[in-house]
């Protein structure tokens, strides 16, 4: 870990330890460690290997202030689960009222102490105050959930010498801990846990709609057993109002559960309170579907099955990964048949999504005829339907994916005077509804329409601030993405959607939050996961780039999409293993596998989607 090479006291030589779990330090090394004077940012740790643990060293006899502090935040960085390390560095008093479980505050660098302001001061009693300063990159709340935040940060860290053992130690300092980017990617993970949509319709054989609600925990600290609490706590606020979970209220882990981890048969046992006694095998089996999708991203081979016990420890039920796919219908349709575009002739057409195809077909039915002519098109998530936008952007119709099937009036106009202010390519939700944005200046509206039918109805969206340029709906209907314009500015944001059922039936999309705020223009963006979209835009004065960003705001572990020249469109499926297939000035419609570089497709085409 990190020292400081240019405060006004001694360095001294501080043992490093790196403990690989198996009962031994691995290395030992010597790294310089202030007794005095001011502290720099604590370095931070190069992401370490996943199998190696970082412990830090409790204060030596007769620590200084500056090391003390410095210590302190080096213990909050380490794989100490319960921070016994930390705590030492802390006053009797000060241990009893810190909880470093509140917050995590992720700086760009780790904290600063050396500014103008942050002089150490040695106050009338002897002892000392640290201002901590950096620049935060984001929160982690008590819900582990992530939130970017570009802020300043000010925390004051206040020293008192102990009369009985004459140490220096922490009396005063802020809730939850604080870190560099670096420190954080090395110690937390993201993981999806999973709830049901509230509002969702059931699909065949009781199927329900899943939703994806990242998190971070610390990777290296039992994960499993962490996500297992966290699912059970319930969802994040942002979420809970349009989510539900199978598990009874005050569900828990049963007293004395320490640690949840995989068996030689790669199965589970999730012992839980007595809250969860009396459900009955349906309940259970929706419950252990839950546990199941949130395991997928804890181990590279999921899990196979898991088993729920009472709290007297017989089995409630037994799940399999299967069946958990069974009951969620979101997880059978997210494999498309086909990839969609719109080619030369301006039809919508199609390319088979499971063999690489190159040639495209007219899609059967009236859109596909060539009778129309499209500039974007949309199609239904079961591949039954499809929405197409006019050549001038003015109206939209929606048809059967069937050959012979007519094409009736135009379900939706704009009064746009220019085809950039009419409408945007519409998105079809996992419940079978159209969305799509007008965007004539005069009346700028997001709109539904219930089946892809009927009258379009408004959507509400208080807190939009600017005018919606493209809408993109996720397959679970409780998440839309959209890009917003304001003063020449375009950002992503994620919205909630909220279905009031009562006598007056109304759609609002509500706490819309920045997804990329450090790109000031973004051009282009799909859906490409549970909780990822890929994005195309900008940053300050920047070229136009390609990244997957987290529906949370935070950037997923992986390796960005290859540069692109020219890229006006973009589409993915929520199926990841799927490839990207996008719409380049140069090249037309091309696709990116996993592990290969972009390939042409067909050089006449442009808006290229998925199915939804």
């Known amino acids: 870990m990190g020292a400081d090479r240019e405060g006004s006291g001694r360095l001294r030589p501080v043992r490093v330890g790196v403990y690989l779990g198996c009962g031994a330090l691995l290395l030992t090394g010597c790294a310089s460690m202030p007794d005095n004077g001011d502290l720099r940012g604590v370095e931070s740790t190069p992401r370490q290997d996943s199998q190696v643990r970082v412990f830090a060293l409790p204060p030596r006899e007769d620590a200084r202030p500056a090391e003390i502090v410095q210590g302190f935040l080096e213990a909050l960085t380490s794989d100490d689960a319960q921070y016994k390390t930390a705590l030492k560095y802390l006053t009797t008093a000060a241990r009893k009222t810190w909880d470093p479980f509140s917050s995590t505050t992720v700086l760009t660098d780790g904290p600063d102490a050396r500014s103008q302001q942050s002089v150490k001061a040695q106050d009338s009693d002897g002892s000392y105050s640290y201002v901590l300063a950096g620049t935060k990159?984001?929160?982690v709340n008590d819900q582990h959930a992530y939130t970017p935040d570009s802020a300043a940060y000010h925390a004051t860290v206040h020293l008192t010498r102990q009369k009985d053992t004459k140490q220096w130690r922490i009396d005063g300092l802020p809730q939850g801990v604080v870190m560099g980017n670096s420190d954080f990617q090395r110690n937390y993970v993201s993981v999806n846990k999973y709830y049901f949509a509230s509002n969702a319709h059931s699909g065949a054989a009781g199927q329900l709609g899943t939703v994806a609600d990242p998190v971070y925990v610390r990777e290296k600290?039992?994960?499993?057993?962490?996500?297992?609490?966290?699912?059970?706590?319930?969802?994040?606020?942002?979420?809970?109002?349009?989510?539900?979970?199978?598990?009874?209220?005050?569900?828990d882990l049963k007293a004395g559960v320490t640690s949840l981890s995989p068996d030689d048969r790669n199965r589970v046992t999730v012992p839980l309170n007595h809250k969860a006694d009396r459900v009955g095998r349906a309940q259970c089996d929706r419950m252990a579907a839950q546990l199941l999708l949130t395991f997928r991203d804890l181990t590279p081979t999921g899990v196979d099955e898991v088993e729920l016990q009472r709290s007297n420890g017989s089995q409630l039920c037994v799940l399999s990964e299967d069946h958990a796919e069974v009951i969620a219908s979101q997880r059978a349709a997210e494999h498309p048949g086909f990839e969609y575009f719109i080619d030369g002739k301006q039809r919508l057409v199609r390319l088979s999504s499971t063999n690489g195809g190159k040639e495209a077909e007219p899609v059967p039915g009236p859109l596909g005829d060539g009778g129309k002519k499209l500039r974007a098109a949309a199609v239904s998530r079961d591949e039954d339907s499809a929405a197409g936008v006019s050549v001038d952007g003015s109206s939209l119709y929606v048809g059967s994916l069937v050959s012979g099937a007519s094409l009736g009036d135009a379900v939706l106009h704009s009064q746009g005077k220019t085809a950039q202010d009419r409408l945007t390519t519409p998105s079809w939700d996992g419940r079978g509804d159209l969305w799509v944005a007008d965007r004539d200046p005069a009346n700028p509206r997001l709109l539904l329409l219930e089946k892809g039918a009927g009258a379009p109805r408004q959507v509400s969206t208080p807190g939009l601030d600017g005018r919606i340029k493209a809408v993109r709906v996720a397959a679970d209907g409780v998440r839309v993405a959209l890009i917003v314009e304001k003063d020449g500015k375009s950002s992503l944001q994620i919205g909630r959607i909220d279905r009031d059922t009562g006598e007056r039936p109304s759609v609002s999309v509500l706490e819309l939050q920045p997804v990329a705020p450090q790109l000031e223009e973004v051009t282009a963006m799909s859906w490409a996961g549970d909780s990822r979209l890929v994005v195309v835009g900008r940053e300050s004065e920047g070229v136009l780039q390609m990244r997957y960003v987290q529906v949370d705001g935070s950037t997923p572990v992986g390796a960005a999409p290859s540069a692109l020249t020219g890229v006006k469109e973009i589409a993915a499926s929520e199926?990841?293993?799927?490839?990207?297939?996008?719409?380049?000035?140069?090249?037309?419609?091309?696709?990116?596998?996993?592990?290969?570089?972009?390939?042409?497709?067909?050089?006449?085409?442009?808006?290229?989607v998925y199915p939804g």
Do not use: C, Y
Not at 576 to 604: C, F, M, T, Y
């Open 137 to 139: 990159v984001a929160t």
């Open 221 to 251: 600290v039992d994960p499993m057993t962490e996500m297992v609490r966290a699912l059970l706590k319930g969802p994040t606020r942002w979420l809970d109002p349009v989510v539900t979970s199978s598990f009874p209220s005050g569900t």
């Open 575 to 608: 199926d990841e293993r799927l490839p990207l297939v996008a719409h380049s000035e140069e090249d037309g419609i091309v696709r990116l596998s996993s592990g290969e570089q972009w390939q042409k497709v067909v050089k006449n085409g442009t808006a290229p």
